[in-house]
């Protein structure tokens, strides 16, 4: 299986959790074998469990923590978009009140996407890891995002002291990709942003060259 984000072959397989998983040592992503995905209307369901909403104090607080660094580079009269939003787009509603337009798009719950919209900013919290094809996804988000656009990403990241095996954030199944540092220094290099934010941890800000 090559690797979803920079195509190079597998070389490195091991198992953890009961799946099968690779490590490129290209651009240092960790991906779930395609044989132990879940089926879209699986995944689906699975999605539709979340019960996030603008109710919710603490998951208000879990947006806040990519939605306050990046304010800095937003501003009112911007257009944006809330990517992969899931059954709720509570962080459009959020960036909203701030003054700052954000519409929103899930494959799954919000499919219709304005055909040749651009976007001064497109915010992608929590869906990195689901992306089946990131290389694709990016592709499409690149097309999206107007020059000098801000990308904003929360995931968290796979680092050099993860201890993957009981890493509890591989044991959800809908979550197929992990990214390294490495990572987002590849998908920098390949897709001209530059790096203006990064938390080493979940939140990574960046800006299209």
């Known amino acids: 299986m090559n690797c979803p984000l920079c195509n190079m072959p597998d070389e490195n397989s091991f198992a953890a959790g009961g799946r099968t998983y690779h490590r490129c040592h290209q651009c240092g992503l960790v991906y779930m074998d395609a044989t132990n995905r879940l089926l879209p209307d699986e995944e689906k369901k699975r999605y ?14 879990f947006l806040n923590r990519i939605i306050e660094p990046s304010m800095q580079y937003l501003s009112k009269g911007m ?27 899930d494959p799954f719950f919000f499919p219709e996407c304005q055909s040749g919209a651009k976007y001064d900013f497109i915010f992608a919290t929590e869906c990195f890891e689901h992306f089946f094809n990131p290389k ?35 044991n959800d199944p809908t979550h197929v990709c992990f990214y390294s540092n490495e990572s987002i220094n590849y998908i920098c290099n390949t897709f001209n942003f530059k790096q203006l934010y990064n938390d080493n941890h979940r939140v ?3 800006r299209k060259s």
């Open 136 to 170: 694709q996804e990016l592709e499409k988000i690149c097309v999206m995002l107007n020059s000098d656009g801000i990308l904003g990403i929360m995931t968290e990241l796979v680092l050099e002291n993860t201890d993957f095996d009981s890493w509890y954030y591989k």
């Open 48 to 61: 539709s469990f979340h019960r996030n909403n603008i109710d919710d104090a603490g998951y208000v607080a």
């Open 204 to 206: 990574i800000i960046l």
């Open 79 to 105: 257009k944006g978009l809330d990517y992969g939003c899931g059954p709720n787009p509570v962080l459009a509603q959020l960036v909203g009140e701030k003054g700052v337009e954000c519409s929103y798009y």
